[in-house]
């Protein structure tokens, strides 16, 4: 079992940075990718990026150049640096790992970047 907590939300105007973080309840550092989502009200959940054990990264089309994810340590084991942000980003952001056959959520953190 393993429990998932996104920070890092707000209210930010275009253009402007956010930086979220994923703090876990126990060690899936070394072993498994981590990835972030996104959702907004009315549509599918979308991939926004990963980043693999091994430290490889892919992101979605719609964040190449602007969103960076990381890895950290062992208990905050995930960062998505996010910036040049757009209104359309809006959404909430979820945290995201699989272990065993079993894929894990945090409860989400809202980003808002509007004027």
């Known amino acids: 079992q393993v429990q998932l907590v996104e920070s890092g939300g707000g209210l930010v105007q275009p253009g402007g940075s956010l930086r979220l973080s994923c703090t876990a309840s126990r060690s899936i550092f070394s072993f498994n990718a981590m990835n972030w989502y996104r959702q907004v009200p009315g549509k599918e959940r979308e991939l926004v990026a990963t980043?693999?054990?091994?430290?490889?990264?892919s992101y979605a089309d719609f964040v190449k150049g602007r969103f960076t994810i990381s890895r950290n340590n062992a208990l905050n084991p995930v960062s998505l640096q996010m910036n040049t942000l757009k209104p359309e980003d809006t959404a909430v952001y979820y945290c995201?790992?699989?272990?065993?056959?079993?894929?894990?959520w945090g409860q989400g953190t809202q980003v808002t970047v509007s004027s």
């Open positions: 980043i693999t054990s091994g430290g490889y990264t």
């Open positions: 995201n790992v699989k272990v065993g056959p079993t894929n894990y």
